[in-house]
């Protein structure tokens, strides 16, 4: 056990593997079945809304809240039973944590002085940890003189400080606000390559998920819906609450019939065929084509009528609202160079090719979709 | 993450501690009230029967609301001016108006008698108007005096809050609307500070009903006040049966008092939220400075910060009298205090008393501080509200209640007694002062300390104490002032071979009145500013680490 958790200065993440984690409140069940597996080095975020089970699992790694079943490995042994201070986890807190009366430097330091470090390499290790994150002249601040972001980097330094194998972070960007966290998403991803740890980072947010990790994690309810790459999940969504999370979407719930896909009396042509039963049909707001009334369609393109709820110009791409009546409501985004000659209130015809939609299983009423009035 | 229910367990020692010590007697006066010398009503019957007792008990409502108009006219254009000056001069009368507070009620009251003497620097003032000499003291002028001295902070500072809260564009506003500044005064402003008014005349109400040692030094034996009439009856008369339905009926006449004041509205405890430090005061309607308010406030300042210091000369005087300013100084009465074996043993046996009950208060108060705050159940509440109970019922009761039992279990005289019953007085104030630092902490921190390596209880040590201990140090030393200070349990314990250096001071001013009681005055007041002192710097450490 000593061995495995001790020092990473060689740059080696650890594997971590959760079997089966479940964790209920008496009749309450936080997380349920949650399985796992997680490389030396892997970047993996726990994606999902407040009350979905991420921050619960997160904790349960750390050592904060024991499993009620299941257990946690770590490269290969069961931690189940070590207690936080010992699992040797560097972890980055929502509000960071700071230690209020102590400064910059002893916050840093506060981890090697409980591993009985020599002063020595104390002060030199603290230096380091906080040159990688640009913020070596304030070491004798107090914290309450730290801007957020400031903050948020002494989080990072005082968790990384010890050269743990797994770091552990925990909505870490919530309270900065869009540039600043923009800004130290890719400072965080550049950390990370640099110190191959092995990081599980809890949000809300998708945007930040896709921009950082190697896997994501989709919670929900309490489980894990799916668990892949940005892309695969972004492609290839296997439930219509992922589809939905994952980038913006506009899901068409229906039902599968004799190979064509039937919502509302409306047929379309689905891309890779699926078997008869409940699904929803998934469009991004980037693969509709909006054209004028009377405008050419391509064939073999799935086309609705409609007229144009709203428009805005956002800069390099316009958002506009499609009204499609009992068809359904549409966003649709295009893109610079391809904007399309229309106005607000206009008559036009919706259109996609049926490769660029993805048929997704089942239909979930929970999920927010194209009949719903938006 | 310790469970809920584990810091449930913290709260458990200050619990047991304050019912066997506080509850448990206070239930044998109610009882002894209906059954000594028999069982019934009869303590009751003969108390509203007797001319003389109900005649005590109106004069003291009447004293305690006297009092309270006293404080309410005196204190509402002080706590004004506090909202209309600098930060500066705001904490210079923030500082007067804790004075007071901080001075050992022996101390205090000694030095009104001092000044209200026939020959006494107030009758010396009054000559100088060709007024006088009048008799000051003895009656009830003198004791009116002095409690109205006392009660003003806890006047001032919810009428501060009141009043600081207030938008003063209001004022603007109602002006604009066609008000003459004092109309929109009376309109707008009077009306928001009700919530302030009432909650000060309520506390200064039910604290004055109380009062023991200022009548009874000041006073006269003729126009006793309920509290006298209590100690009279079951330390001199050892009438427990009347003694406690007494205490039973100034202890209702107490709750009912509180309770009515909370369906009304006023919160006893609005203090808090105030702002004293904010740079600038409100500006006045007129623009003008209000001088008529400044002298006022000045009297005011002098009358709260002045009588104690009147003691410090005086320890140094060379005469066998209290003759003010003194003539000639000298050391004498200091070589006669520290000659005598009375006084030393006095000042050592409270030193002793007050250190060991700070000690004992500081730990149970500050474990059920946690047990308070992080057990977050129903039990915390109630818990909280058993512990505060010595802070609620009027002291007077609680050395009643304490007196009867202990000298049952034959606590009396000893050290332990002083030492528990101290300590259930002082408990409070740590609970208090601690447990709203606890609630202000980040529960997140002992977490993160976790993470970091530390275990639960290193994690404690080095993270949550040291972010509390400036309101640890506070509570502390508020304990040790508390039972160094404290007079009225402390009279019915003592006993020949063990005198508080108070109990001595008291005996002393009604027997052999000497000097060198204001040498024990102004060892005590300078005991406390170095406490006090002490503790401001500790605060001024923490605060600039948060």
Known sequence: MAKILADNSEGQGAAVRLEGVKRSYGDVIAVENVNLDVKPGEFVTLLGPSGSGKSTTLNIIAGFEQATAGEVFVNDQPIGRLPAHKRNMGMVFQHYALFPHMTVSQNVAYPLEERRMAKQDIAEKTRAALDLVKLGHLGDRNIAQLSGGQQQRVALARAIVFSPHILLMDEPLGALDKQLREELQYELKELHRRIGVTVFFVTHDQEEALALSDRIAVFNDGQILQIGTPRALWEAPQSPFVANFIGESNLIPGAMAQGRFRARDQDYQAGPNAGDGAATLLVRPGQLRVSAADGAVPDGHNRITGKLASSAFMGSVRRLVVDCGANGRFQVVEQIGAFSDTADGDAVILHWHPDNSILVEGVDDTVANVFDAR | ?546
Request: positive net charge; charged residues 10%; aromatic residues 10%.
């Open chain 2, 1 to 546: 993450m310790k469970s809920p229910n584990m810091w449930k367990l913290a709260v458990i020692p200050a619990l047991l501690f304050l019912m066997v010590v506080v509850i448990l007697p206070l239930g044998n006066t109610i009882w002894t009230s209906f059954a000594k010398p028999e069982l019934g009503l009869g303590n009751y019957v003969e108390f509203f029967a007797r001319d003389a007792y109900v005649r005590i008990l109106v004069r003291t409502i009447l004293t305690a609301l006297l009092v309270t108009v006293a404080c309410l006219l005196i204190a509402f254009p002080y706590a004004y001016l506090m909202t209309l000056v600098g930060a500066r001069w705001r904490l210079v009368m923030v500082g007067a108006i804790l004075i007071p507070f901080w001075t050992s009620a022996v101390v205090r009251t000694f030095a009104w008698m001092v000044l209200l003497q026939p020959s006494g620097l107030v009758n010396q003032a009054l000559g100088l108007f060709g007024l006088g000499p009048y008799y000051l003291t003895g009656n009830l002028i003198g004791v009116l005096l002095a409690m109205t001295q006392v009660m003003l902070p806890l006047m001032i500072l919810p009428l501060f809050s009141a009043l600081a809260s207030i938008d003063r564009k209001l004022l603007v506003a109602a002006n604009g609307l066609g008000s003459p500044p004092l109309r929109a005064f009376r309109r707008v402003i009077l009306p928001l500070t009700v919530p302030g008014i009432v909650a000060g005349s309520v506390i200064v109400f039910v604290s004055s009903l109380g009062f023991y040692l200022i009548p009874q030094l000041l006073g006269s034996p003729r126009q006793q006040l309920l509290s006298q009439l209590i100690v009279d009856e079951v330390s001199v008369r050892l009438n427990f049966g009347i003694g406690s339905a007494m205490a039973v009926v100034l202890f209702l006449a107490t709750a009912l008092i509180l309770l009515s004041a909370r369906k009304f509205g006023g919160s006893t405890e609005t203090f808090g939220s105030t702002n004293v430090l904010s740079p600038r005061g409100a500006e006045t309607l007129s623009g003008r400075r209000p001088v008529a308010l400044v002298i006022f406030s000045g009297i005011v300042g002098m009358i709260l910060v002045g009588p104690a210091m009147v003691l410090i000369p005086l320890s140094f005087t060379n005469e066998a009298s209290f003759v003010f300013p003194p003539e000639s100084y000298s050391l004498r009465w200091y070589a006669n205090f520290f000659s005598s074996r009375d006084w030393i043993e006095a000042l050592t046996n409270s030193l002793k008393i007050a250190g060991l009950v700070t000690v004992c208060a500081t730990v149970l108060g500050v474990l059920a501080s946690f047990g308070i705050v992080r057990s977050r159940s129903r039990f915390g509440r109630w818990a909280q509200g058993i512990i505060l109970v010595p802070r609620i019922v009027p002291t007077v009761i609680v050395a009643v209640a304490v007196y009867a039992v202990f000298l049952v279990w034959g606590f009396t005289a000893t050290t332990t007694g002083f030492v528990m019953a101290h300590t259930a007085l002082a408990v409070p104030f740590v609970v208090v002062i601690v447990s709203a630092a606890v609630k202000t902490l980040d529960p997140r921190l002992e977490i993160a300390a976790q993470s970091l390596g530390s275990s639960p209880l290193r994690g404690f040590c080095r993270v949550t104490l040291p972010l509390i201990w400036p309101s640890v140090a506070s509570g502390a030393l508020l304990a040790f002032i508390t039972s160094f200070d404290e007079v009225i349990i402390s009279l019915f314990l003592q006993g020949p071979f063990l005198r508080t250096l108070p109990v001595l001071m008291f005996s002393s001013i009604q027997d052999r009145i000497d000097p060198t009681i204001a040498v024990a005055s102004t060892l005590i007041l300078a005991l406390a500013s170095i406490l006090i002192i002490l503790n401001l710097v500790f605060r001024k450490d923490g605060q600039n680490i948060s």
